[in-house]
C-alpha cells in the first residue's frame, strides 16, 4: 500500500509536463518544426502495418544508393498522447547517419491498453522488417531508438521472444537500441495521475516491466537520461542496467530536462546522436 506522502511525491517525481512549465510552448514548437520538415522531406507517410487506425507509420528514406540500416523510433506520451507527427524534426540529423528513419504510431490509452500498445510496436517492427527491402533499405541491419514510454517500449521489443512469435528474422535483424528516459518498473506509475488513462493494475503492471524480464536478442542496449531530471527517472535507466547484461552505464544528458533529452537526437554530437552514432560504427 502506498501512502499518500509516497503518492506525492511519485506524482511530482513522474508528472514530467508538471515540472517543465513552458512544455505547451515545447509541443507546439516540435509540431511546427515537424510540419515544416515534413513539406521538405521525401517519405512514405501513414502507411499502415496493421488494423487498428493507430497502427500508421511514416518511413523516411536516406540518401544513400545502397540498402541503407533502419531506425524504427518510439515515441513518447506516457501511452497517452504525443504522436510520430510530432518528431518529424528528428529525421534530418538521424538521416545524416545513413540511416532510414521510421516514425511508428500506436493507438493511445485508454481507448487501448498499455498491453495492446506493446503488440502494436510489435506488428510495426515486423511490418518494417518485412518491406524494408520494398524502401530500398537493408532488412538485416535495423536499430530501434525511442524516448519516455517509446524508451519502455524499445525495451520490451528487446524482451520479445522473436522466434517463439513466428518472426525469427526481426529479432536477427535488430542490431542495436537506444532507450531515452524509458520506464522499467511501472509499479511507482500505479500511484500516479498517469494511470488514470494508463489503467495499469498489479499484474499488468509487473508483465509490462521491462526490468523484471531478460532480454531475448543479442544486441546492445544503450540507456540515456537527462541531467536535470527527477530522481526517479535516473533510477529507472539504472534499475535496467543493472538488470541486464546487455545495458552499459547509462549516458547523461547535460543540462536536459525530460522533453530536452530527446532533442538531442536532432543535434548532431550531443550525446544521444553520439551514441547511436558510435553503435552504428560498432553493430
Known amino acids: ?26 509541443f507546439a514548437r516540435w509540431a ?46 506516457y501511452w497517452r498522447s504525443l504522436d510520430k507527427d510530432d518528431f518529424t524534426f528528428l529525421v534530418p540529423s538521424l538521416q ?24 502494436q510496436v510489435r506488428r510495426g517492427l515486423a511490418w518494417t522488417r518485412g518491406h524494408a527491402a520494398t524502401y530500398g533499405a537493408d532488412a538485416e541491419r535495423i536499430y530501434l531508438a525511442g524516448h519516455s514510454a517509446g524508451g519502455h517500449l524499445v525495451a520490451l521489443l528487446m524482451a520479445t521472444d522473436w522466434a517463439g512469435a513466428g518472426h525469427a528474422d526481426v529479432g536477427s535483424a535488430i542490431r542495436g537500441g537506444l532507450a531515452i528516459s524509458g520506464l522499467y518498473d ?7 495521475s498517469i494511470n488514470v488513462e494508463a489503467q495499469l493494475d498489479v499484474g499488468a503492471a509487473k508483465a509490462l516491466s521491462p526490468a523484471l524480464m531478460e532480454p531475448m536478442v543479442n544486441a546492445p542496449l544503450a540507456l540515456a537520461v537527462g ?38 537526437l536532432a543535434k548532431p554530437g550531443s550525446r544521444c546522436h553520439t551514441i547511436l552514432a558510435g553503435m552504428l560504427d560498432e553493430t
Open 1 to 26: 500500500m502506498t501512502n499518500s506522502v509516497d503518492a506525492d511525491y511519485l506524482e511530482s517525481q513522474y508528472n514530467a509536463r508538471a515540472s517543465i512549465p513552458d512544455h505547451p510552448e515545447i
Open 32 to 77: 511546427r518544426e515537424s510540419a515544416t520538415w515534413r513539406e521538405r522531406l521525401t517519405g512514405h507517410i501513414g502507411l499502415a502495418y496493421g488494423p487498428d487506425p493507430g497502427e500508421r507509420l511514416d518511413w523516411y528514406p536516406g540518401a544513400d544508393d545502397d540498402p541503407r540500416p533502419v531506425l524504427y523510433f518510439v515515441h513518447g506520451g
Open 96 to 119: 545524416q547517419l545513413g540511416l532510414d528513419v521510421v516514425l511508428v504510431n500506436y493507438g493511445l490509452c485508454p481507448r487501448i491498453t498499455v498491453g495492446e500498445i506493446v503488440a
Open 186 to 192: 511501472l509499479e511507482p506509475l500505479r500511484h500516479t
Open 227 to 264: 541531467d536535470d531530471e527527477s530522481d526517479e527517472f535516473k533510477r529507472q535507466s539504472q534499475l535496467l542496467a543493472d538488470a541486464w547484461p546487455i545495458c552499459d552505464t547509462p549516458g547523461r544528458v547535460p543540462e536536459a530536462h525530460h522533453l530536452a533529452v530527446v532533442e538531442a
